[in-house]
């Protein structure tokens, strides 16, 4: 049997007796022209290497394996053991299974020093600390084509002054270019979530930001949007208030949305 040969994935599921957990936020992609799509829109992955998490009957990793990709698949939830590891089995060196939380992974050992993408149906519960966790810490991903539910996906490309932009927004446009790419409706899913989708393609800057930047980036994100309603004078009181948003040329009176990216890189600078 060859990776052709497999079966759906609904009779996959149905012949392992899975269904999808609400406890981990698993929503399902069985159309695989979906999830080709997913793959193209990562870009050309032959012979590229590929982390995905959270693959759960993994229709969106035999898109990727479809696409040439090496992938290193991260799936905490242990009843997909068998079925992933079958489709290991076919997929001849090129899928590797890794029983574990994402959150807790270690990219760039997993990957033993091998750039990587991500690319991802990431489950709602842990989307948005995930994506932190690769916009902050040392290891950085080549490219990263993920979703999320369409609200998060929003507030990840949204620009200033828009209603959703926030402090997810600065961080990730700090580090990315962001894009939202596709969205997706609940009916694409098994079982349909209650609110839509979205995919948000984020390709790293060149330079990556000196990790005591981010880290200021992130304390003064995380106060001025903590008060959103405040002037940045007030909501920024411990960091400096009127003082540091003198020092970065910003507006004591300004509200958070009305700051750009750029501005809050001032204020991290000056902290």
Known sequence: ?????LPPLRDSLSDHGLLAKKSFGQHFLLDL??????????GPLDGQTVIEVGPGPGGLTRA????????VAIEKDA???ALLHQLAELADGALTVVEDDALKADEA???AGVPGHVVSNLPYNVGTPLLIKWLTRPWRPVSMTLMFQKEVADRIAAPVGDDAYGRLSVIAQAVCEAKVVMDLPPRAFTPPPKVSSAVVRLDPKPDALDPALLANLEKVTAAAFGQRRKMLRSSLKVLGGEALCAAAGIEPEARAETVDVAGFLRLAEQL
């Open 64 to 71: 990727l394996l479809e696409a040439g990709a090496k992938v």
């Open 79 to 81: 009843r997909f053991s």
């Open 109 to 111: 050992a997993l990957l």
């Open 33 to 42: 022209n979906i999830t080709r799509k997913i793959a193209r829109l990562a």
């Open 1 to 5: 049997m060859t990776l052709k040969d």
